[in-house]
């Protein structure tokens, strides 16, 4: 099969690999079919995450059409069209039994914290995922679902990471009725996260960023208010400004580390870019926040010393709340949302990009051209 290769920092190929093969009675053969690009996934390109190694094949957002199954695989048969989560797990262990799948603790012997997640180094569990035109799925009786026949296969590839993210930080955000939310970062989690706020009944939605294009999106798209941080001298205190002075009742931080820079800038939290940030964006959010509020964090954070305000959020009373996404959790509410038409994922696509110019779409979505907010990778086994 093709499929995109990792040969360093900013090297990405496609070359050719062996087609995954069954390895465990409850695993599936998925013949992709559409793919995408995600924001965390310009950690590895930059060669920011640690143990990402030479091979291995990236993408943790994908559906496709199952062409093999294990002998111990009920609910799926070759030829059913599925959406497989980003999040890999065994759907018995103790975390999942409390719906915490982002934290099996069944799928990756490396880990003390996360579980695993496709084509995301091996400190995810060094699983290969979907940038490709097979992939392995374990548990395939318990991650992937057949896609309904009235959703969009756009919209569905969206749901395996991007939409359920930031319904999910909108749910960690404990909104109530009228809450002021401020989300930090209008990439494609962002303005999920902030179209999800209004659903969970946000009074006020405004988004915070430093590239025109994507707060243009979070107005059209999000209906948020929004404001380009690198006008102002201190985006804290236009916050504070245009909160009388009490601050948000909610903030999420849609941006997390750094994804590209080097050691000393996540250190000293020197780079002030929303698209990395060291922890800025999340200290912004700490400091942007009323007394008594709360914090939900997307944002993707690898384990490296981060410079976090934590004195400042304790002392102000704030409610921290974080975690990947259990993203089947999020899917029976938002598919009532998409078919209902209050959600529409795939306006947030700008780029479709096949397979063999993946290269080239990591380079567009990477340096922020061309108006890139979400690209998605058509393969050729589509």
């Given at each position: 099969?093709?499929?995109?290769?990792?040969?360093?920092?900013?090297?990405i190929r496609v070359e050719e690999k062996d087609i995954p093969r069954i390895e465990?009675?409850?695993?599936?053969?998925?013949?992709?079919?559409?793919?995408?690009?995600?924001?965390?996934?310009?950690?590895?390109?930059?060669?920011?995450?640690?143990?990402?190694?030479?091979?291995?094949?990236?993408?943790?957002?994908?559906?496709?059409?199952?062409?093999?199954?294990?002998?111990?695989?009920?609910?799926?048969?070759?030829?059913?069209?599925?959406?497989?989560?980003?999040?890999?797990?065994?759907?018995?262990?103790?975390?999942?039994?409390?719906?915490?799948?982002?934290?099996?603790?069944?799928?990756?012997?490396?880990?003390?914290?996360?579980?695993?997640?496709?084509?995301?180094?091996?400190?995810?569990?060094?699983?290969?995922?979907?940038?490709?035109?097979?992939?392995?799925?374990?548990?395939?009786?318990?991650?992937?679902?057949?896609?309904?026949?009235?959703?969009?296969?756009?919209?569905?590839?969206?749901?395996?990471?991007?939409?359920?993210?930031?319904?999910?930080?909108?749910?960690?955000?404990?909104?109530?009725?009228?809450?002021?939310?401020?989300?930090?970062?209008?990439?494609?989690?962002?303005?999920?996260?902030?179209?999800?706020?209004?659903?969970?009944?946000?009074?006020?939605?405004?988004?915070?960023?430093?590239?025109?294009?994507?707060?243009?999106?979070?107005?059209?798209?999000?209906?948020?208010?929004?404001?380009?941080?690198?006008?102002?001298?201190?985006?804290?205190?236009?916050?504070?400004?245009?909160?009388?002075?009490?601050?948000?009742?909610?903030?999420?931080?849609?941006?997390?580390?750094?994804?590209?820079?080097?050691?000393?800038?996540?250190?000293?939290?020197?780079?002030?870019?929303?698209?990395?940030?060291?922890?800025?964006?999340?200290?912004?959010?700490?400091?942007?926040?009323?007394?008594?509020?709360?914090?939900?964090?997307?944002?993707?954070?690898?384990?490296?010393?981060?410079?976090?305000?934590?004195?400042?959020?304790?002392?102000?009373?704030?409610?921290?709340?974080?975690?990947?996404?259990?993203?089947?959790?999020?899917?029976?509410?938002?598919?009532?949302?998409?078919?209902?038409?209050?959600?529409?994922?795939?306006?947030?696509?700008?780029?479709?990009?096949?397979?063999?110019?993946?290269?080239?779409?990591?380079?567009?979505?990477s340096a922020k051209l061309d108006g890139c907010i979400k690209?998605?990778?058509?393969?050729?086994?589509?």
């Amino acid at each position: 099969m093709r499929a995109m290769v990792y040969r360093g920092p900013y090297k990405i190929r496609v070359e050719e690999k062996d087609i995954p093969r069954i390895e465990h009675p409850n695993d599936a053969i998925v013949r992709v079919t559409l793919g995408a690009i995600c924001g965390s996934d310009l950690h590895l390109y930059h060669g920011m995450m640690p143990d990402t190694r030479v091979g291995t094949t990236f993408g943790h957002e994908f559906i496709g059409v199952v062409d093999q199954v294990g002998p111990s695989v009920r609910n799926l048969v070759p030829g059913d069209r599925v959406m497989v989560p980003f999040n890999i797990y065994c759907g018995s262990c103790y975390f999942c039994a409390r719906g915490l799948f982002s934290n099996c603790h069944n799928v990756n012997a490396n880990a003390t914290a996360v579980g695993a997640i496709y084509g995301y180094s091996h400190t995810s569990g060094g699983y290969d995922g979907g940038q490709s035109e097979y992939v392995r799925v374990p548990f395939a009786d318990i991650g992937p679902t057949i896609i309904p026949d009235w959703m969009d296969d756009e919209d569905a590839v969206l749901l395996t990471d991007a939409v359920a993210t930031g319904y999910f930080g909108a749910q960690l955000g404990d909104i109530v009725e009228g809450d002021t939310v401020v989300v930090l970062g209008a990439g494609p989690v962002g303005l999920f996260a902030a179209k999800s706020s209004w659903l969970m009944g946000a009074g006020r939605v405004i988004v915070i960023d430093h590239l025109e294009y994507r707060l243009e999106k979070a107005r059209s798209f999000a209906h948020a208010e929004t404001y380009n941080f690198a006008e102002y001298d201190d985006i804290v205190v236009q916050l504070k400004k245009i909160t009388d002075h009490l601050g948000a009742d909610v903030a999420i931080d849609a941006v997390g580390a750094e994804a590209d820079g080097n050691l000393l800038q996540h250190v000293t939290s020197a780079k002030l870019k929303l698209q990395g940030g060291s922890p800025v964006a999340l200290n912004w959010a700490i400091d942007s926040v009323r007394k008594g509020g709360t914090i939900s964090v997307l944002g993707a954070y690898g384990p490296m010393f981060s410079a976090v305000k934590f004195g400042d959020a304790m002392n102000k009373g704030l409610t921290l709340r974080m975690n990947q996404a259990p993203v089947k959790r999020q899917w029976p509410r938002l598919f009532e949302h998409i078919q209902n038409g209050y959600l529409k994922p795939n306006d947030v696509v700008t780029h479709r990009i096949p397979l063999e110019h993946i290269a080239e779409g990591y380079h567009i979505f990477s340096a922020k051209l061309d108006g890139c907010i979400k690209p998605l990778i058509l393969t050729a086994a589509a």
